[in-house]
Every structure is written in C-alpha cells, then in structure tokens.
C-alpha cells in the first residue's frame, strides 16, 4: 500500500488553463448540465476559486436575468472543483481515491442577476483541511462551504446570492 498523502500544498490548487480542460472534459463525460451552461475557472489559487457563468440564452430564466438553476451549478462547480483538485493531487501522490458528494445545498438569493455572475470560493484552506481529514480518517467528513454570488456588471458590488453546500468527503479502500 501507498503512504497516504496530504492536500498540502504552497503551489496554486491547478492552473487555469488546465482547470478549464478538466472541466470541458467533466462537463462533456460526467456532467452535461456543467458543459451547457459554459461555465469557466476564471481563478484557482490556494485562497480561493473563483467561477464564472456567462448569463446567455441557455442560462436566463423568463425575466432575463439567471435561472436558479444556473446559480446552483455555479455554486457546485467553486465549491466542488475546490475539492476535486485537492482530491486528484492526493490520488496522485498516494493513489488514495476519495469520493465527494454534496449533502446540502442552502441558497439566498439577494438580488436579480443581470448579468455574468462570478462564484466565489475562499475556503480552500478548510477544504484542504477535509481532504487531509478524510485520507487520515477513512471515515465520512463533511463541512459547511460558502460560496459568494457577485456580478460585476451591476452596480454596487454586494452580492447576488449567497450559497452554503455541505461538502462530505469519504476515502474509498
């Protein structure tokens, strides 16, 4: 058996250019829902992830703004692809494979989104700490992740909505 790794790690969680093949690819393979909203990494470091999802035609609803659907994929994909990537540096370090779900999903939603919305992400940290957790473990972890809904384009920068998804987390043997 392989020594178990840890999510640790000083570099950025995945560049972008790499993180957005991977998601085309899991929005093609895995998820068609995620390739048909054209979602796109526009930052992954380790503070934060950041996703964007262009309001067009396959994500308004019937007054123009964004579908609530649209916001919940979004909201998935900061939180999930946060996880993800940790989870596949593990893999590959250690060949320890880790299954994610999301238990619950908790949505306000502030204003109407008229425009691209960025998803936003910024516990990377504790994210890593879950994955480390769920390695050394073996057991079912989970955690409360938030995520922030902003739209650039609007005036005034508070957001749009605002996400909370529990992330559980168990090594699979």
């Not at 998820?31 to 308004?60: D, H, M």
């Not at 502030?110 to 936003?120: A, I, K, Q, T």
Request: aromatic share 6%; proline share 6%; charged share 25%.
């Amino acid at each position: 058996m392989r020594p178990i790794a840890s999510a640790e790690a000083s570099e950025p969680a995945v560049p972008v250019a790499k993180a957005n093949w991977f998601l085309r690819w899991f929005g093609l393979m895995k998820v068609p829902l995620i390739g048909y909203v054209r979602a796109q990494i526009v930052e992954s470091s380790s503070e934060r992830t950041v996703v964007k999802v262009p309001l067009s035609r396959r994500t308004k609803n019937h007054l123009g703004s964004m579908y609530f659907g649209a916001l919940a994929i979004g909201a998935d994909l900061s939180a999930g692809a946060t996880a993800m990537f940790l989870i596949e540096r593990v893999r590959r370090a250690s060949g320890t494979k880790v299954s994610l779900v999301f238990k619950d999903v908790k949505g306000t939603f502030l204003r109407r989104p008229d425009g691209d919305v960025l998803f936003e992400c910024v516990d990377v940290p504790g994210v890593k700490a879950l994955v480390d957790e769920a390695v050394r473990t073996g057991e079912r972890v989970e955690r409360a992740v938030p995520v922030t809904c902003r739209c650039p384009t609007m005036e005034g920068d508070g957001p749009v909505a605002e996400f909370v998804l529990t992330l559980s987390l168990k090594r699979r043997d």
